[in-house]
């Protein structure tokens, strides 16, 4: 494993994020249309509305009070109800395919990089972008290199700042902003 993971900004939200691999999960998954900051903060909203982070909690908890809890101001993502549809289904996958424990995903029968990818994006939530960019989270940042693990991330896995992959401070931050912002541009250029 690498350094303590540096995503919010905010120490406790960090620390469940470099504690739990599952919160690292959720915070992947709830990484779209809100900056990525909000979106790893997520699970720490979460444990503290729950009084704890727990898989089987989440995935047993009834549907309609943990969309509740996950739309409570400051809701947990800007799309709060189908955001807590998406964790708690996810969730499920990970206590019904891995027995809770969401680091099975890339250990279980010590997959190469290809296989994690397949199980990321066989995950509710994850496509084949989002399920790179935690392939890449991983590898450069938790120390989960199988091989072949950069080409099965893609772009994700070269050493340019272009995802939450790279993002180690606040520099790095403004790096990826930075990325995104210049491919946006580029992509409207060329329409």
């Keep these: 494993m690498t350094d303590t993971l540096w995503m919010t900004g905010d120490d406790a939200a960090d620390r469940l994020l470099d504690d739990d691999p599952f919160a690292l999960l959720v915070g992947m998954l709830l990484d779209q249309q809100v900056p990525m900051e909000t979106a790893f903060a997520g699970p720490a909203k979460i444990a503290d509305r729950m009084g704890g982070w727990d898989v089987h909690r989440i995935a047993e908890a009834d549907s309609e ?11 947990v993502h800007r799309y709060p109800g189908s955001m807590a ?24 029968g010590d997959p190469d990089g290809p296989t994690v990818l397949r199980r990321l994006k066989a995950l509710p939530g994850f ?16 120390g989960v290199q199988p091989a072949g693990w950069r080409e099965a991330a893609g772009a994700y896995g070269d050493d340019a700042f272009r995802s939450i992959a790279d993002v180690r401070d606040a520099a790095s931050l403004g790096k990826v902003r930075e990325t995104k912002r210049a491919a946006k541009a580029a992509a409207k250029a060329a329409r």
């Design 85 to 108: 549809g998406r964790i708690q289904a996810v969730a499920r996958a990970v206590v019904d395919e891995y027995d809770g424990d969401v680091t099975r995903i890339w250990t279980d």
């Design 65 to 75: 009070q943990f969309a509740a809890l996950c739309a409570t101001p400051p809701a």
């Design 127 to 142: 496509g084949d972008q989002k399920a790179r960019i935690f392939l890449a989270l991983l590898g450069k940042q938790r």
